[in-house]
């Protein structure tokens, strides 16, 4: 369904102060089309019927009488439509316009007109009053209107009411202006439903925009055709005005909940028949999560620029987009004319304006989106634009000199009017690399026609990478992710997932790494199988060991060693130095070998079970006496160990794995020392004295063992890196073959490792 066709049912809302002699009324239509055509305008009200030909490619105007104009509220102007027929499709612009207070719409053929619209309009300005109009295609066609404030014939705010019209009747409602807030006479939202087929028009007599306060001087007419509920749309672009400063722009719900963002901001959540209204002096893109209105003003002169009045124009959801459209401009003289093209940003090489390829450098990018915009000035007269995508065009005037300052119009170019069904959102989100502000940065989108929106952004890992997501509101079409390389030489990744509204969820890897030119950039790969960093291949390793050991042992015998009493628990020194080779896996997992030379350490101690007794020669007496018989391992024994590394962060592991000791030899010193009493010695004149037994029979070659720990590494030059681990060791079984002998160690080791 496109906003051409071979007939129209139109009408012109009233129009600042009614008086012909100092402001006369100019009514006037502007018909274009592809093909010539043959024309019949009629009002029957007022008996007026003019036959026209319009060639094709060319615009003609045709003015038609001021009594044409609707002046009542809530009374049925019978036969008072403007009746369009034509033999070939083609488009309609009217005009409204006393001096200075000017507004265009497009005309909307009866094959897009539809059953159920809300309105939009703007607030009271002094005397002059927000309107709309209501034209019925076919007879008896019955009407429900709900006003969103209270009307002018006294009907209450929000209570429906009904009006049945015959083909080509009129049905104008202004709403009554309370003393204290104006703002409350607003009709914006009111909502209409029809039996048949109908044309709603709404706009405003003559309004301030913004209205303050203080209000912006001065107020100009507005008016559009409004299109059915059944063509809004979600996703919106708003491109700022060509010579203005700013801009105002409201955006209507007909759905409770209906949430609303600008550029990715969620702003409000509207209940039906709701409106948000916001100035702004940048390109925007709205979107919200149920089909809305969307319209934009321009502002009066006196907000700074001096240029130009109030003006109303639609912006057409991208859903509704077309690949084509035949314009005119409606007024001739000492007028600037405009027209905003928003297309996607791939397309823009493909855009021609009356035959003519647009240059790409007009374009400006559309903030993340992935949308253009350019501002085009335009001549007099009837153009022809087109493109290879969809795209939307708006088109716009503002006066200038002693005749045509302080005035304006607009309206929008067309769209497809399509009724709009939410299609289920199956596809997941995408993402695409930009530079941002000189940022590096990810986009991850949900802003297709049907998308609805992402809920989440979960960073699952990251490497060389810091990574900074942008806050997050359940709905909102894009969101961005900075990266900043921690070393803008080294490699690294991070690995997110997104989640829309509706539980779609696609993984990303984003690398970092070196191109063919030798340059490290950044590349976006689906899923989180890519590998970025390429595998450093092996390492080897030396490194220095110190240890605590832990012996407990039970045993009063073991092997060739007997002593009265029981060997115990102790604790020593140990370690030494040894070699390591590593090859990573994964970037997060690496398999290692270490093999160490260790000493045993820690002495261990039984004390005799039995006291016994001894004649001191000088006294005479028999003193109690008792000894103790000290073990100490003589050798040491390499110790290979397998692990795994898992890194938790670039320079942080944890480190498994289990471990072969072989002794080295079976060597020990035994030796007795006196307990009680003091000061008696030995033979040889010392309290302790080595025993002829220097090794351990049943002292076992192999012990299996298990160790844990934590360990960190950091480059240090070039190839090299340095790394300090911290483990537990704890040995299965006993270092005897025939007793109860246990140990363990927590070790400390540093070192380097080199890359190969």
Same mark, same amino acid.
């Given at each position: 369904?496109?906003?051409?066709?071979?007939?129209?049912?139109?009408?012109?809302?009233?129009?600042?102060?009614?008086?012909?002699?100092?402001?006369?009324?100019?009514?006037?239509?502007?018909?274009?089309?592809?093909?010539?055509?043959?024309?019949?305008?009629?009002?029957?009200?007022?008996?007026?019927?003019?036959?026209?030909?319009?060639?094709?490619?060319?615009?003609?105007?045709?003015?038609?009488?001021?009594?044409?104009?609707?002046?009542?509220?809530?009374?049925?102007?019978?036969?008072?439509?403007?009746?369009?027929?034509?033999?070939?499709?083609?488009?309609?612009?009217?005009?409204?316009?006393?001096?200075?207070?000017?507004?265009?719409?497009?005309?909307?053929?009866?094959?897009?007109?539809?059953?159920?619209?809300?309105?939009?309009?703007?607030?009271?300005?002094?005397?002059?009053?927000?309107?709309?109009?209501?034209?019925?295609?076919?007879?008896?066609?019955?009407?429900?209107?709900?006003?969103?404030?209270?009307?002018?014939?006294?009907?209450?705010?929000?209570?429906?009411?009904?009006?049945?019209?015959?083909?080509?009747?009129?049905?104008?409602?202004?709403?009554?202006?309370?003393?204290?807030?104006?703002?409350?006479?607003?009709?914006?939202?009111?909502?209409?439903?029809?039996?048949?087929?109908?044309?709603?028009?709404?706009?405003?007599?003559?309004?301030?925009?913004?209205?303050?306060?203080?209000?912006?001087?001065?107020?100009?007419?507005?008016?559009?055709?409004?299109?059915?509920?059944?063509?809004?749309?979600?996703?919106?672009?708003?491109?700022?005005?060509?010579?203005?400063?700013?801009?105002?722009?409201?955006?209507?719900?007909?759905?409770?909940?209906?949430?609303?963002?600008?550029?990715?901001?969620?702003?409000?959540?509207?209940?039906?028949?709701?409106?948000?209204?916001?100035?702004?002096?940048?390109?925007?893109? *709205?979107? %919200? +999560?149920? #089909?809305?209105?969307?319209?934009? =003003?321009?502002? /009066? &002169?006196? !907000?700074? $620029?001096?240029?130009?009045?109030?003006?109303?124009?639609?912006?057409?959801?991208?859903?509704?987009?077309?690949?084509?459209?035949?314009?005119?401009?409606?007024?001739?003289?000492?007028?600037?004319?405009?027209?905003?093209?928003?297309?996607?940003?791939?397309?823009?090489?493909?855009?021609?304006?009356?035959?003519?390829?647009?240059?790409?450098?007009?374009?400006?990018?559309?903030?993340?989106?992935?949308?253009?915009?350019?501002?085009?000035?335009?001549?007099?007269?009837?153009?022809? *634009?087109? %493109? +290879?995508? #969809?795209?939307?065009?708006?088109? =716009?005037?503002? /006066? &200038?000199? !002693?005749? $045509?300052?302080?005035?304006?119009?607009?309206?929008?170019?067309?769209?497809?009017?399509?009724?709009?069904?939410?299609?289920?959102?199956?596809?997941?989100?995408?993402?695409?690399?930009?530079?941002?502000?000189?940022?590096?940065?990810?986009?991850?989108?949900?802003?297709?026609?049907?998308?609805?929106?992402?809920?989440?952004?979960?960073?699952?890992?990251?490497?060389?990478?810091?990574?900074?997501?942008?806050?997050?509101?359940?709905?909102?079409?894009?969101?961005?992710?900075?990266?900043?390389?921690?070393?803008?030489?080294?490699?690294?990744?991070?690995?997110?997932?997104?989640?829309?509204?509706?539980?779609?969820?696609?993984?990303?890897?984003?690398?970092?790494?070196?191109?063919?030119?030798?340059?490290?950039?950044?590349?976006?790969?689906?899923?989180?199988?890519?590998?970025?960093?390429?595998?450093?291949?092996?390492?080897?390793?030396?490194?220095?060991?110190?240890?605590?050991?832990?012996?407990?042992?039970?045993?009063?015998?073991?092997?060739?060693?007997?002593?009265?009493?029981?060997?115990?628990?102790?604790?020593?020194?140990?370690?030494?130095?040894?070699?390591?080779?590593?090859?990573?896996?994964?970037?997060?997992?690496?398999?290692?070998?270490?093999?160490?030379?260790?000493?045993?350490?820690?002495?261990?101690?039984?004390?005799?079970?039995?006291?016994?007794?001894?004649?001191?020669?000088?006294?005479?007496?028999?003193?109690?006496?008792?000894?103790?018989?000290?073990?100490?391992?003589?050798?040491?024994?390499?110790?290979?160990?397998?692990?795994?590394?898992?890194?938790?962060?670039?320079?942080?592991?944890?480190?498994?794995?289990?471990?072969?000791?072989?002794?080295?030899?079976?060597?020990?010193?035994?030796?007795?020392?006196?307990?009680?009493?003091?000061?008696?010695?030995?033979?040889?004149?010392?309290?302790?004295?080595?025993?002829?037994?220097?090794?351990?029979?049943?002292?076992?070659?192999?012990?299996?063992?298990?160790?844990?720990?934590?360990?960190?590494?950091?480059?240090?030059?070039?190839?090299?890196?340095?790394?300090?681990?911290?483990?537990?060791?704890?040995?299965?079984?006993?270092?005897?073959?025939?007793?109860?002998?246990?140990?363990?160690?927590?070790?400390?080791?540093?070192?380097?490792?080199?890359?190969?």
């Amino acid at each position: 369904k496109l906003p051409v066709g071979n007939e129209f049912w139109l009408t012109f809302m009233q129009n600042f102060k009614d008086d012909e002699s100092k402001a006369p009324l100019n009514l006037e239509l502007f018909i274009t089309g592809d093909q010539d055509a043959k024309v019949v305008i009629e009002i029957k009200a007022i008996k007026y019927k003019k036959e026209i030909f319009v060639p094709a490619g060319t615009v003609l105007s045709e003015i038609v009488s001021h009594l044409a104009q609707v002046k009542s509220s809530e009374t049925i102007e019978s036969g008072l439509a403007v009746h369009i027929t034509s033999d070939n499709p083609i488009s309609v612009y009217g005009l409204n316009r006393r001096h200075q207070t000017t507004d265009t719409y497009l005309g909307l053929p009866t094959n897009v007109i539809g059953k159920e619209y809300r309105v939009m309009c703007y607030h009271v300005t002094e005397d002059f009053l927000p309107v709309f109009a209501i034209v019925a295609a076919e007879d008896n066609t019955v009407i429900e209107i709900t006003p969103n404030a209270d009307t002018y014939a006294g009907r209450p705010k929000n209570v429906p009411f009904e009006v049945t019209l015959n083909k080509g009747d009129v049905y104008q409602v202004k709403p009554t202006v309370k003393r204290f807030n104006k703002k409350e006479a607003d009709l914006t939202g009111s909502y209409i439903k029809s039996n048949k087929n109908i044309s709603v028009f709404s706009g405003h007599q003559c309004s301030y925009v913004p209205v303050g306060p203080p209000p912006v001087i001065a107020c100009n007419h507005l008016a559009e055709q409004m299109p059915p509920i059944t063509s809004w749309g979600k996703h919106f672009y708003i491109g700022k005005l060509k010579g203005r400063s700013q801009f105002t722009y409201r955006v209507l719900a007909n759905e409770h909940d209906t949430k609303v963002f600008e550029n990715s901001t969620l702003l409000k959540v509207l209940r039906a028949g709701e409106y948000l209204e916001r100035n702004s002096n940048q390109n925007l893109q *709205i979107t %919200a +999560d149920k #089909p809305v209105l969307v319209a934009q =003003y321009s502002q /009066g &002169f006196d !907000n700074g $620029d001096s240029i130009g009045d109030p003006m109303m124009l639609l912006i057409t959801p991208t859903q509704q987009f077309l690949k084509q459209y035949r314009f005119a401009t409606p007024i001739n003289g000492s007028w600037n004319h405009h027209i905003n093209v928003v297309a996607l940003t791939k397309s823009i090489n493909s855009i021609t304006l009356n035959g003519r390829r647009l240059d790409p450098k007009l374009f400006e990018p559309l903030g993340i989106s992935r949308y253009s915009i350019a501002f085009i000035p335009i001549p007099f007269g009837t153009h022809y *634009i087109k %493109a +290879d995508e #969809p795209f939307g065009m708006y088109s =716009y005037g503002f /006066g &200038f000199g !002693n005749v $045509d300052a302080y005035d304006a119009y607009g309206n929008m170019g067309g769209q497809s009017f399509i009724e709009y069904v939410q299609i289920p959102d199956t596809i997941k989100p995408t993402a695409d690399y930009k530079l941002i502000n000189n940022k590096h940065s990810i986009i991850v989108r949900d802003d297709r026609t049907d998308d609805t929106g992402l809920q989440k952004i979960n960073l699952i890992d990251s490497i060389g990478i810091l990574a900074k997501i942008s806050p997050i509101s359940s709905g909102i079409p894009q969101a961005t992710i900075e990266m900043v390389p921690k070393n803008p030489s080294e490699a690294g990744f991070i690995k997110f997932e997104a989640t829309d509204v509706s539980g779609n969820t696609a993984q990303f890897t984003i690398c970092y790494h070196l191109n063919e030119a030798g340059s490290f950039v950044y590349s976006i790969n689906d899923g989180l199988n890519a590998k970025c960093i390429k595998t450093p291949g092996f390492e080897i390793g030396a490194f220095a060991k110190t240890s605590i050991n832990f012996h407990n042992a039970d045993f009063s015998k073991s092997g060739n060693v007997s002593v009265p009493g029981t060997f115990s628990s102790s604790t020593g020194r140990g370690g030494f130095f040894g070699f390591l080779a590593a090859y990573p896996i994964t970037h997060k997992l690496t398999l290692s070998a270490r093999l160490s030379y260790d000493t045993f350490g820690g002495t261990l101690v039984a004390p005799d079970s039995i006291i016994s007794r001894y004649l001191d020669t000088a006294t005479r007496q028999y003193l109690p006496f008792s000894e103790k018989h000290v073990l100490q391992l003589g050798g040491g024994y390499f110790d290979f160990s397998l692990a795994g590394e898992y890194y938790f962060v670039r320079y942080l592991y944890g480190i498994a794995g289990f471990n072969l000791s072989f002794n080295v030899s079976n060597s020990i010193e035994l030796s007795k020392e006196i307990v009680t009493p003091q000061g008696l010695v030995y033979k040889n004149g010392s309290r302790s004295t080595t025993l002829p037994i220097n090794e351990l029979s049943s002292l076992s070659g192999i012990n299996l063992g298990i160790y844990g720990g934590i360990g960190i590494t950091y480059p240090v030059f070039d190839k090299f890196s340095g790394f300090l681990e911290s483990m537990y060791n704890q040995q299965f079984g006993s270092l005897i073959d025939d007793g109860d002998w246990s140990f363990s160690r927590i070790s400390l080791l540093i070192g380097l490792r080199y890359k190969l």
